[in-house]
């Protein structure tokens, strides 16, 4: 069974930073692009970044320079560390693999 579970949501101030973690399972991790997408209240889902098999990073425009993603495929892992938090960053942080994978979502809120 595919697992993608994302941990590391919460209240952040603006300017602050979070940490957002994904643990994958049930799929070969290391064939498969890593990317975050999110969905803001009211709104579409956005691209936020991604990493692909080999390590290369894309982002969105909105994140470059403020979010880093990584991944660790020894344990099977994607990160997103969020610095400069605004508040139109809060929304439902979604780990996906390979486009296909999705999991559950985890609430990034950003407020003072």
Known sequence: EVQLVESGGGLVQPGGSLRLACA???FPFGKFAMGWVRQAPGNGLEWVALVS?????DYADF?????????????KRVYLLMNDLLIEDTAVYYCVAG???WGQGTQVTVSS
């Open 99 to 101: 486009g296909i994978h």
């Open 53 to 57: 098999r080999l390590g290369r990073h």
């Open 63 to 75: 994140a470059q320079g403020r979010f880093i993603i990584s991944r660790d495929n020894v344990e």
């Open 24 to 26: 994958a399972s049930g």
